[in-house]
């Protein structure tokens, strides 16, 4: 059995699924990684002998573990509509930093979620390219064309490049607080001497 590059088809959805297989061992393991990702079900999968699903293991375990290029796409395409890509901290809204901030509290959530962080980013596009104004009522809509339509390079791209803002953002927090603390101490310092100073006698 031939895969034409597994990657430039598993989506999201699969993806996850196939994270969420290490409890399974043996058979029961191939069993399922080819079930996942022919996408055909457990009926088929099972109708191949031993010989021809190992074979098929086999060489879709030897495409999952290149590790693909994950491209950062600004704006990207799932089932026929586009959606500019919040990227940068500068522009998320505070509903949109909440929302990721619960779906990311474990590594484990990376995966497990990745679907609902990958929404968070996405804005409807208008005139092609430009976003419009994050709209926090569709979601779940978005979360599930992210899960069942958009690839998992895709996905995996997006959200590589923002949590390395994340982590950037969350390196630079304690410096810009320390920083912001001590110009409060100033000013604090500052209307203290002003008070206890005499002030001017007028004779």
């Known amino acids: 059995m031939q895969y034409n590059n597994i990657w430039k088809k598993l989506t999201v959805g699969q993806y996850q699924l196939l994270a969420d297989l290490e409890h399974l061992e043996g058979w029961e ?13 457990f009926e088929a999968v099972d109708s191949y002998g031993l010989v021809d699903l ?83 009522k569709d979601h779940s809509k978005r979360a599930t064309l992210v ?4 690839l998992a390079v895709d996905a995996l791209g997006v959200s590589a490049f923002f949590l390395l803002s994340w982590v950037k953002l969350l390196e630079d927090l304690p ?4 920083k912001e603390i001590q110009v409060l101490k100033k000013e604090i310092q500052d209307l203290t001497l002003e008070r206890d100073s005499p002030s001017d006698m007028v004779g």
Request: include cysteine; hydrophobic fraction near 35%.
């Open 147 to 150: 899960k069942d339509k958009m």
């Open 29 to 41: 393991y191939m069993r399922s990684v080819v079930a996942i990702v022919e996408g055909k079900g």
């Open 175 to 178: 410096t810009y607080l320390a």
């Open 54 to 136: 190992r074979n098929r293991y086999e060489a879709i375990a030897k495409q999952l573990q290149q590790e693909p290029f994950k491209p950062f796409k600004s704006v990207v395409k799932i089932a026929g509509k586009r959606y500019y890509v919040t990227r940068f901290f500068e522009e998320i809204n505070t509903a949109q930093f909440a929302e990721i901030s619960e779906w990311n509290k474990t590594k484990e959530d990376q995966i497990k979620n990745l679907h609902l962080c990958v929404a968070s980013l996405l804005c409807e596009t208008k005139w092609g390219f430009l976003p419009k104004k994050y709209n926090g």
